[in-house]
């Protein structure tokens, strides 16, 4: 019996086998979950049904975080398909490729508004639509994040304040439906090649300095990301809740 056998989980922001989210799909499947997978757009679609498909997802589901009716329907086919829901695994966010280079003062105030709205907010808007599913099944939830919500990085700029939204969103929420038995968490990923790396200016200077500095000496991989979602969503977390979890070779210790 896998670790997640009888689970239900979905999972939001799947772009190519390089995302993080696809990982922790792959690795939730080998544990016995059932899945259900949402893409953004047609743009996306052509990249994610197949690799949903090769997972065997029961839901395969077009979703706008930023349009609250896309969510409501998907949560209505989530609720149709499987009657409730375990997993809930946040892997969005999205920022204008202007804001994401120079500096930080040039930020706009749509682009403050887009970045906040799909990176941060939608979780918020997710948990809303999930809570009803979740709360007889003591759920968990997890966001991910980058370790620029808390200090400083080249370029992230808008990004980590949105972050920092979302990490503070992982704790209110966490609070506002602990009683009910749902547990919130997020993973500050180190620096991963993906699609959304690549719109960060000078992502590759970022991930060097990273594997000089860390105690590991190293940059991390997607699959050790998944196995720490793993845990987290995972009975061996039950105790667990409103927690950021670094899976970054241990960078964020490091002062000088």
């Not at 999972?11 to 690795?27: D, L, M, P, V």
């Not at 679609?45 to 969510?71: F, H, M, T, W």
């Not at 949105?162 to 966490?174: G, I, Q």
Request: with cysteine; charged share 20%; net charge neutral.
């Amino acid at each position: 019996m896998g670790l997640l056998a009888g689970k239900k989980a979905i999972i939001f922001g799947i772009a190519n086998e390089k995302s993080i989210a696809w990982a922790i799909a792959q690795a939730f499947k080998r544990e016995g979950a059932e899945l259900a997978v949402t893409y953004a757009n047609e743009t996306v679609a052509k990249r994610v049904i197949p690799l949903a498909e090769s997972l065997q997802a029961q839901l395969v589901l077009p979703c706008d975080v930023r349009n609250d009716g896309d969510l409501r329907a998907t949560f209505a086919e989530v609720e149709k398909a499987w009657g409730g829901l375990d997993i809930l695994v946040h892997s969005v966010a999205f920022a204008n490729k202007d804001e994401l280079k120079g500096s930080f003062l040039n930020t706009t105030r749509e682009g403050f508004s887009l970045a906040l709205d799909i990176s941060a907010y939608s979780f918020i808007a997710m948990m809303k639509e999930a809570y009803p599913l979740m709360k007889e099944r003591n759920g968990c939830a997890l966001a991910l994040t980058y370790y620029g919500a808390q200090k400083v990085f080249p370029n992230y700029n808008v990004m980590g304040v949105a972050k920092a939204a979302l990490e503070a969103s992982v704790r209110y929420l966490a609070e506002s439906i602990g009683t009910d038995g749902i547990r919130v968490n997020a993973i500050s990923a180190g620096p991963l090649k993906t699609l959304a790396a690549a719109g960060v200016g000078g992502f590759n200077q970022i991930a060097g300095h990273v594997a000089e500095k860390a105690p590991l000496r190293r940059n991390i991989s997607q699959d050790e990301v998944a196995g720490a979602a793993l845990y987290l969503c995972s009975p061996l977390a039950s105790g667990v809740t409103g927690e950021i979890h670094f899976v970054d070779s241990g960078y964020n210790i490091i002062g000088l």
